[in-house]
């Protein structure tokens, strides 16, 4: 199966701050990445797809790039509602595995 | 308004049985793959399986492949998750979720949970 790494396990940032988040697989997918937000108790929601297309009604603070291994999560502005955790998965294969996450914590 | 609810979760010991159910509406069921995912408590989202549009392709994890079988009723808007043989580590939230294929996973259903317990 595809791993997905993500890094880092947590962040630390600032209201209006700009944050990246990095994903990589462990062998080429294509641009067959899509990035998720979850909220405590809540189930993911959809944010990127096809490694930089924004999800309908995103806003466009959010950004993704990358293909083959290397991906990242752009967040331009942080919010008050973006301290949360973020999630990449790969759809390359139909066994769509998900890195481990990423933790936004206010600083 | 496209809809995913999820139904069965349940307290059982380990060695037992579960049948997940996840009802969908608000669009084409039989148009989509369809995806079980799972979040075990304090921990990351877990892919557990998926099946194609028509039933006919299923793919697994390998910590559920032949414990658990996805399985689907397109007559019926429905989506199922039968679990055998559970283990403590199976306790999670488990989510059913639209595939849409090159336009990733969405929506998601609002999880159920299961707890195995001895």
């Known amino acids: 199966d595809i791993q997905m790494t993500q890094s880092p396990s947590t962040l630390s940032a600032s209201v209006g701050d700009r944050v990246t988040i990095t994903c990589r697989a462990s062998?080429?997918?294509?641009?067959?990445l899509a990035w998720y937000q979850q909220k405590p108790g809540k189930a993911p929601k959809l944010l990127i797809y096809k490694a930089s297309s924004l999800e309908s009604g995103v806003p466009s603070r959010f950004s993704g790039s990358g293909s083959g291994t290397e991906f990242t999560l752009t967040i331009s502005s942080l919010q008050p509602d973006d301290f949360q955790t973020y999630y990449c998965?790969?759809?390359?294969?139909?066994?769509?595995?998900f890195g481990q996450g990423t933790k936004v914590e206010i600083k | 308004e496209v809809q995913l609810v999820e139904s069965g979760g349940a307290l059982v010991q380990p060695g037992e049985s579960l049948r997940l159910s996840c009802a969908a509406s608000?669009?084409?069921?039989?148009?989509?793959?369809m995806t079980w995912v799972r979040q075990a408590p304090g921990k990351g989202l877990e892919w557990v399986a998926s099946?194609?549009?028509?039933?006919?392709?299923?793919y697994y994890v390998a910590s559920a492949r032949g414990r658990f079988t996805i399985s689907r009723d397109n007559a019926q808007n429905s989506l199922y998750l039968q679990m055998n043989s559970l283990r403590a580590e199976d306790t999670a939230v488990y989510f059913c979720?639209?595939?849409?294929?090159?336009?990733?996973?969405?929506?998601w259903g609002q999880g159920t949970l299961v707890t195995v317990f001895s």
């Open positions: 099946i194609k549009q028509d039933g006919t392709e299923k």
């Open positions: 062998q080429s997918i294509s641009s067959w």
């Open positions: 998965q790969q759809y390359n294969s139909p066994q769509r595995t």
């Open positions: 979720a639209r595939d849409r294929g090159p336009g990733g996973t969405s929506p």
């Open positions: 608000g669009f084409t069921f039989s148009d989509y793959r």
